[in-house]
Each structure stands twice: as structure tokens, then as C-alpha cells.
């Protein structure tokens, strides 16, 4: 018999945040099969739903059994995923028989749901959005040209993040859609997840024994994106989450990164929804990251 | 301005063309810098390589540092009486710009650049007044002291550091009495007949340099 978990109806990152409170009550309990029960979704967001990729992850993880997944009822959200190549990737965590990649015609992806897992991918993941990515940020969020190679360097850096820290695979996707309720304009949103070390265990070694009792998740998370500082000594090690800050401080954007049971967001902005800093969350492994890029309007 | 002759010291000049579109990665630049300093290490005691970014799309912040940064802190740390060597990076466009210039500045290094345009210009930890110097220089080709400091009204003694500092970064070179600019003495050594022709920092298969490390 499983242990069932409901998936939130609204799956973003306040949804992911029920998900993984769900998740670590039913694997605190005697190691069963889960089921994760995503019929009643209605929302998903690119956060979201990679975020149900790591849940199922960590659940495989903590119950030696890959979790069972049932899918939504909505014919939107079921297409939404079909679009962004979760029934694709899903069977690497769910017990699921495998599906063919879709052929992708236009489509409203910047990039479908990518597993990170050596520099290759980082290099195929840039390759791939070049083209979306002029598409979607010159003519959708009207930024100038040059935005679409520093959409591609922040993609690297992000997804880099995975490969030179989290001592795991994670994931990447990327999607427009309208922010209607708060901001009235479209946005990119960027979702980047991995269920490794995390930021606390990455820097640990370097750093803990100078903060003592102090350190902590949250710390981790402030040293690295406010301050630059890695696991490395090495002063080129370290840049990369400062530049993609800057950036997406230039678009009038948003960055969260949650990671153990903290999340940081710098820059944040009044239309947005994430706080400077979150502590005293659910503990989930790995990190989190969390790009909103909004259109750009002519008197910002 | 007084015109020294070129004197043995002449170094060895090499075009190193990147055969990637998108540099990202740290992975991929440990390769290619790899590469690269295995092709200096053929060149003799000075040298001085060009790397052509004319055809690079991408550079991310990782590959800047492994590639750009790295390459500039060996030069500068490899001070020796025998040896030297030198880059300048060629084909810089504006999208390049700041990750080689957020990757220099961490270490506290400089370089010298040439726009797609073939304008020149310095990128990363660089005063104003180091910059405005190191311009004169590059328009001049080559200059002395007794020249520049008058020029740009500066006292002799703060001048010379400053040019000296300059050429201790690589981003000049001294000859005798003379500051050359890094464009002035490669075209010089392409004259003698020094160039190594282009080349690149492996054979262009299209695989990434990953591949061949």
C-alpha cells in the first residue's frame, strides 16, 4: 500500500514549499512506496514542476522505491507538462515507462525540462535556447538585443552551479507566461533544482569553523550570493551567482535560491512575492533556483 | 618621439583561434587554456599570442576566468629574467566585455584588448590614468619617458613607475629605453618573420576541447 502525498492545486514555489512539508512527514514514517497525487493540479509553474521532479527524487531516495505519479486531471496543465517534457524525464525518478522526447514545433518554452549532469549538458542547454531566446526576449519581454547572450551566460552559470557544487544531477526549464495578478506583464521564469549538498554542506568545509555555531543554511546562502565567497580559496571561484544577481538586478528581475530550510532572494522587487531572506523552512537537500525576468516597460 | 631599433629580445608571436562558439563552462576553459599554454610552451623564452574571439558568441564568467584570467595571473606571476610572455585579446566585442572584466578584476589583473573594429582598449583592474598612458603608448606604437610624461602632463618619476607597473602586468613591453605597445611589437614580429602563422590551441574537429583534454 502507498503512502499517498497530495500535490498542491497552485504548484509554484509557495506550492513546492507544501509539497516537501507532505513529503517529509510521510518518509519520516516506515519506509513504503509514495504516490504522489497530482490529479487536482491546476497551476504549475517551471519551479513547480521541476520541483515535483526533486520531491520524487528525494523520495526514491529516503525509501529505496521510485514513487508512483498520478496525473493531472486538467487538460491544460496535462498539456503544459506534455509541452515541457516532464512524461519524458519523469520516468529517471517515477516508476514510470519511459516516453519519447515530443518533436517541439513554437512552442511558449523557452526550454523544456533538461537534466544537468556534466558540462555537456551546460553546453547543449545554451545551444538549444539561442534562438527561443531571441524570439522570446527581444519581441515578448522587449529587451535589447544584447540580453540574449546574457540570458545564455546566466544559463550556464546557473546550471553550472549543479555541476561544480551540488555533487548531484539536477534539472533546468524555462517558460513565458502572462504574471497577470501581480504584475500585468509576461516574465520569464527560470527554474534550476538539484538534491545534492546544498549551499551549507558546499561551503562548510571552508567556512563553518569561523562562524561556529552561527552557521547554518542561511548563512551559506548569504556568503555565497552576497558576498561571493565558495568553497574554493581560489578568488575566481565564487563570481558566478554574483554576476547572475547583477544581471537579473538590470532586468528588474527577481533571484531566490532556497537550499536546506533557507531561502535568500536578492534582488526582490515590490510586485514580487519572495522575501530577502527566509529561515526555519521545511529542510529539503540540494538547491533551488528561482530567475523571474519581467517584460521590460519604456519608463523603468 | 625617439625611435629605438628592435632590439634580439624580439618574442615569438602566435594567433590562437578558439574553434568554440560558446565558451561556458569552467570544464571547457581548463581545456582550452590548457591548450593554449601548451602551445606558448613551444614558442621561445618571450613570447606574445593573440587569442581571436571574433568568433565567440558566449563567454561565460567561469570560462573567462579559466581562460582569460588564468592565462594573464601565469604570465604575470612567471617573472623571470629569461622569459616572458604576453596575450592580447583580439576581437573583443561588448558582450565579452564583462565577464573577462569580472574575472580579471577578482584577481586584480588587466589585459590588453582590441575591439572587432581593431580599437584598442584595456579590460579589468585598470586606474584612469594607467589607461590613458597605455593609450598613448598603443597610438605612438612605441615611446620613451622623456616623451610621454611631457605629454600627458605628468611628473617623469610617477610616469616611469606607472609604465614599469605597466610592463611588469604585461601590458607593456620595455626595450631598452622604449615602452612598445603588445599591437606595435606584433606587427614588428610578424615582420622579422617571428609569427608562428594562426594556429590553434588544438585541431579544430569540432569537438569540444573536453573532448581532447
Known amino acids: 500500500m502507498s503512502r499517498v502525498i497530495e500535490v498542491p492545486d497552485v504548484l509554484d514555489h509557495k506550492g513546492f514549499e507544501v509539497l516537501i512539508r507532505a513529503l517529509n512527514q510521510v518518509t519520516q514514517e516506515e519506509a513504503a512506496r509514495v504516490l504522489f497525487n497530482a490529479k487536482h493540479v491546476r497551476w504549475t509553474s517551471p519551479y513547480g514542476l521541476i520541483g515535483l521532479l526533486a520531491a520524487g527524487r528525494v523520495a526514491y531516495e529516503r525509501t529505496g522505491f521510485a514513487p508512483s505519479i498520478e496525473a493531472p486531471d486538467n487538460r491544460e496543465v496535462r498539456g503544459y507538462w506534455e509541452r515541457m517534457d516532464f512524461w519524458h524525464v519523469a520516468p529517471d525518478v517515477y516508476d514510470l515507462e519511459p516516453v519519447p522526447a515530443r518533436v517541439h514545433g513554437a512552442s511558449d518554452a523557452l526550454l523544456e525540462i533538461t537534466p544537468i549532469r556534466s558540462h555537456h549538458d551546460v553546453h547543449a542547454v545554451v545551444e538549444k535556447v539561442r534562438e527561443r531566446a531571441a524570439t522570446i526576449l527581444l519581441n515578448k519581454l522587449h529587451y535589447a538585443r544584447p540580453s540574449v547572450i546574457q540570458f545564455s551566460v546566466l544559463l550556464s552559470e546557473v546550471c553550472q552551479n549543479i555541476i561544480e557544487h551540488a555533487e548531484a544531477d539536477g534539472w533546468v526549464c524555462a517558460q513565458t507566461y502572462n504574471y497577470r495578478e501581480r504584475l500585468g506583464r509576461d516574465v520569464v521564469q527560470l527554474a534550476v533544482m538539484d538534491v545534492g549538498i546544498g549551499f551549507e554542506g558546499s561551503l562548510s568545509a571552508e567556512h563553518s569553523r569561523r562562524h561556529g555555531e552561527r552557521w547554518s543554511a542561511g548563512m551559506a546562502l548569504e556568503r555565497a550570493l552576497l558576498h561571493g565567497e565558495s568553497r574554493h580559496r581560489d578568488p575566481g571561484r565564487g563570481q558566478g551567482l554574483q554576476a547572475i544577481r547583477r544581471q537579473v538586478d538590470r532586468w528588474h528581475g527577481e533571484l531566490g535560491i532556497r537550499s536546506g530550510d533557507a531561502m535568500i532572494a536578492s534582488p526582490t522587487q515590490e510586485w514580487g512575492d519572495l522575501a530577502h531572506m527566509r529561515t526555519g523552512l521545511e529542510n529539503f537537500p540540494g538547491a533551488q533556483i528561482l530567475v523571474v525576468m519581467p517584460a521590460h516597460v519604456e519608463n523603468e | ?213
Not at chain 2, 16 to 37: C, D, F, K, P, W
Not at chain 2, 75 to 83: P, R, T
Not at chain 2, 132 to 161: F, I, N, S
Open chain 2, 1 to 213: 618621439m625617439e625611435t629605438p631599433g628592435i632590439s634580439s629580445s624580439m618574442p615569438d608571436i602566435a594567433v590562437a583561434s578558439l574553434y568554440q562558439r560558446n565558451l561556458v563552462t569552467r570544464h571547457t576553459g581548463r581545456a582550452v587554456r590548457l591548450s593554449i599554454e601548451g602551445l606558448v610552451s613551444e614558442l621561445g623564452a618571450t613570447s606574445l599570442t593573440v587569442l581571436d574571439f571574433g568568433d565567440v558568441a558566449v563567454i561565460d564568467f567561469s570560462c573567462a576566468d579559466e581562460v582569460v584570467a588564468k592565462l594573464v595571473l601565469r604570465a604575470v606571476d612567471e617573472v623571470s629574467a629569461e622569459s616572458e610572455h604576453f596575450f592580447v585579446f583580439k576581437g573583443v566585442a561588448q558582450h565579452h566585455v564583462d565577464p573577462m572584466d569580472s574575472a580579471l578584476k577578482r584577481r586584480g589583473l588587466a589585459a590588453a584588448a582590441e575591439g572587432p573594429e581593431g580599437e584598442p582598449f584595456l579590460i579589468g583592474d585598470i586606474e584612469p590614468v594607467a589607461s590613458r598612458l597605455w593609450l598613448a603608448v598603443c597610438e605612438a606604437g612605441h615611446a620613451c619617458l622623456d616623451d610621454l610624461a611631457p605629454a600627458l602632463g605628468m611628473e617623469q618619476g610617477d610616469c616611469g613607475r606607472l609604465l614599469d607597473r605597466m610592463c611588469a602586468r604585461r601590458l607593456l613591453r620595455r626595450d631598452g629605453q622604449a615602452y612598445h605597445s603588445l599591437f606595435y611589437t606584433f606587427a614588428e614580429a610578424e615582420r622579422a618573420g617571428n609569427g608562428r602563422g594562426t594556429t590553434g590551441p588544438d585541431a579544430p574537429d569540432g569537438a569540444p576541447p573536453s573532448a581532447r583534454e
